[in-house]
């Protein structure tokens, strides 16, 4: 048991279940509030966070980044996905998918190959360390947008 992985694989349920746990306070009528006319509503902010536990754990699984060819075509891919996704029963059941995707990635991590760095082909590299921790961090981040919007609408409840 490496607890490196063990760490990161804990912070990804935990990242999951304080987001799931927050969104869930976000009533119906708001799911696709927006605070300004660009911004994102509390639903298309949490599919994009369950989305990316599934993209995370593919990156750890095949211990690289992806490089699309076209950023643009694969960018509007993502938005697509995302605003696609609509129904917060859902959400939550890709988020739950993805993040046990996630734990399965890690586990499957030698003790060198967490310690590797990762080549993008982009001219940039990542430490696999720092990919290891993004589910959890990303999750984690996402949930202070949602704690935000809550304020919004003067939802000042702390919810633990």
Known sequence: MNPLIESHKKAAINGMEMFLRNFSHVPDEKLTWQATPTAKSPIRIAAHTALYAGRFAKMIRDRKTPAPE???EWLA????????????????RIFREGTAEVIAALDSLSPEEAEMTIDSGQGWTMPMSFLMSLPGFHATLHMGQIDFLQTCWDDQQVYV
């Open 70 to 72: 076209n950023l643009e």
């Open 77 to 92: 891919q993502r938005d697509a996905e995302e605003i696609a996704l609509t129904d917060r029963k859902e959400v939550e």
